[in-house]
């Protein structure tokens, strides 16, 4: 072999050296690349498939919280009626006790008569008595001197006569009015102590009612920490919308605005029910906090003016768990005041919230807030 093909044979063998190291490493990049992307792939299945986990359990837990929240309003309605039956016979106990308190005063007055009538009769008894007895009417006319004196005799002795016979008569019938008017108060009595009962009665059934509302409120409460716990998700704040008021808390509207039947009044404010292990409350619009304080009724509550376009108007927010404003204070729309509770006169926790036209005068100056609000 001559040196020029020796020159040309090595140059060719190292050409082929540097192609194969040079497709060798294309390949493993290729092969790293490939696997990488799979790995990336795998990971945004496993993502998706989480994503379409938590969707689904969340379908499940608002479909079970639905039918909750329709057992919650079943209780509400029946929550309501055992406290309309219970001022019922609240109010047949008040009536019957004035009733009680008249028939009383009546049988004191015909007592008085009794025992007037009583004395007049034992003086009548003692004058008969000193005088030997019994009148003798007929010895009374026989002795008349004319037939004029006779007459006189027997129209005072018919007089006489007449005036003993009412006096008896109207004794008996008092008799019997006092014996009638003492059966109505026994009467009165026993229809006050069976409704004292009822009333024990019905006040237990509203415990139970609440307490079973409570337990399924509690569930919920419970549902929706499990599935945030699980889904990594924090408490939830309303997002500031546009326009003059915006929504003060998430959560499904459980009581409108206007009369309610079961309760027999009316209700000046919507109640938005606690769907959250803590759920945020904010402003519904830009204004001055008036009042934050705790009421007997409200619980803790806020109440905030507002200046809009040139009218004056104040919102209310009830039943809060705690707040953490104070009076005098600015607030911007969508600023956290507190969260919703079961504080005051309230069976569950809920936010009751008040929208009012003007100055704050009680339910005179209250409007609907689902006329101003998207809920």
């Given at each position: 072999?001559t040196r020029k093909t020796l020159v040309m044979t090595a140059a060719v063998l190292v050409g082929l ?359």
């Amino acid at each position: 072999m001559t040196r020029k093909t020796l020159v040309m044979t090595a140059a060719v063998l190292v050409g082929l050296s540097a192609a194969w190291t040079s497709n060798e490493k294309i390949a493993y990049a290729e092969n790293a690349s490939t696997t990488k992307l799979s790995d990336l792939e795998k990971k945004s299945n496993d993502v998706n498939r989480d994503i379409n986990q938590n969707k689904e359990k969340l379908k499940e837990v608002q479909e079970k919280q639905k039918s909750e929240e329709a057992e919650i309003t079943r209780l509400d309605s029946e929550v309501g009626q055992t406290n309309a039956d219970i001022h019922s016979r609240e109010a047949e106990v008040e009536q019957a006790k004035r009733d009680i308190e008249k028939l009383k005063n009546e049988i004191n007055v015909v007592k008085k008569r009794i025992e007037k009538r009583n004395e007049l009769l034992k003086k009548r008894a003692r004058a008969l008595q000193e005088n030997g007895g019994s009148v003798d009417y007929i010895d009374v006319l026989l002795g008349s001197e004319s037939f004029g004196d006779f007459i006189s005799r027997m129209s005072a002795v018919s007089t006489i006569v007449g005036a003993d016979r009412d006096l008896l008569m109207q004794h008996e019938a008092d008799k019997q009015a006092k014996e009638l008017k003492e059966t109505k108060v026994q009467n009165k009595l026993t229809e006050v102590n069976q409704a004292l009962e009822e009333l024990k009665n019905l006040r237990a059934k509203l415990q139970k009612q609440v307490g079973e509302k409570n337990k399924l409120m509690q569930t919920l409460r419970d549902q929706d920490k499990e599935f945030n716990e699980e889904a990594g998700t924090a408490e939830e704040i309303p997002t500031v919308t546009s326009g003059s008021f915006m929504r003060p808390a998430k959560g499904p509207v459980t009581s409108h605005f206007g009369y309610r039947e079961t309760f027999g009044r009316g209700h000046y404010g919507i109640d938005i029910g606690k769907r959250g292990e803590s759920v945020p409350i904010v402003a519904a619009a830009s204004g001055k906090v008036i009042r934050a304080y705790q009421s007997s009724s409200f619980g803790n509550a806020v109440f905030i003016r507002h200046n809009v376009d040139g009218q004056t108007w104040v919102t209310v927010y009830a039943h809060l768990e705690s707040y953490s404003v104070s009076s005098g204070q600015s607030i911007n729309k969508g600023q956290q005041l507190g969260y919703i509770g079961n504080t005051g006169h309230s069976f569950g926790a809920h936010l009751h919230f008040e929208l009012h036209k003007g100055d704050w005068k009680g339910k005179s100056s209250a409007v609907n807030p689902e006329s101003y609000i998207k809920f």
